[in-house]
Antibody, heavy 115, light 112 residues
């Protein structure tokens, strides 16, 4: 069974940093592209970042470019999102998602940016 | 600021059919496969349709997808109360120098 389990969310002040992790199991992690997708409270889905299976290709949404860094450790079956210079508008549930096509999602971890 | 446009809401009685449109452009829907996701209240999204019209294992054939040009459509027949959810389309977009994945604005389905 494919499982994606996010962790690392929490309350952080504006300008602060946070590192999200996603533990993958039930599939050959190193063979799959991965993404981070977020959803602000009461809002729609927003794609944040993509990383290829080897980690050689990375894309970011304009809204996070220069502040967020996606990475992966295929030996540990893990995906990461380093978030720096956080803003109030980054408050959202962050999902780890396999693909494209995005076929599996984690349960999400809530990031709240507030003073 | 989603680049894929969906109607905010659709509704129908139990047993009826609804369709949800997803309008894009040549840089996304026109040249890439479309997926559809269902998000029940308080839960993570779930894949309903991929590659325009394919259903993952376990998704009933009441759900169908199609694509024509720069638009895609999700159909739900035999509507059930358990289908009340938000639905999103999604696809890859290659309009910029780097790729990005884009989602639709989302459609709330209400069973009357």
């Amino acid at each position: 069974e494919v499982q994606l389990v996010e962790s690392g969310g929490g309350l952080v002040q504006p300008g602060g940093s946070l590192r999200l992790s996603c533990a993958a199991s039930g599939f050959t992690f190193s063979s799959y592209e991965m993404n981070w997708v977020r959803q602000a409270p009461g809002k729609g889905l927003e794609w944040v970042s993509y990383i290829s299976s080897s980690g050689s290709t990375i894309y970011y949404a304009d809204s996070v470019k220069g502040r967020f860094t996606i990475s992966r450790d295929n030996a540990k079956n893990s995906l990461y999102l380093q978030m720096n210079s956080l803003r109030a508008e980054d408050t959202a549930v962050y999902y780890c998602a396999r693909g494209p096509p995005i076929d599996y999602w984690g349960q999400g971890t809530l990031v709240t940016v507030s003073s | 600021q989603s680049v894929l446009t969906q109607p905010p809401s659709v509704s129908a009685a139990p047993g009826q059919k609804v369709t949800i449109s997803c309008s894009g452009s040549s840089s996304n829907i026109g040249n890439n496969y479309v997926s559809w996701y269902q998000q029940l209240p308080g839960t993570a999204p779930k894949l309903l349709i991929y590659d325009n019209n394919k259903r993952p294992s376990g998704i009933p054939d009441r759900f169908s997808g199609s694509k024509s040009g720069t638009s895609a459509t999700l159909g739900i027949t035999g509507l059930q109360t358990g289908d009340e959810a938000d639905y999103y389309c999604g696809t890859w977009d290659s309009s910029l120098s780097a790729g990005r994945y884009v989602f639709g604005t989302g459609t709330k389905v209400t069973v009357l």
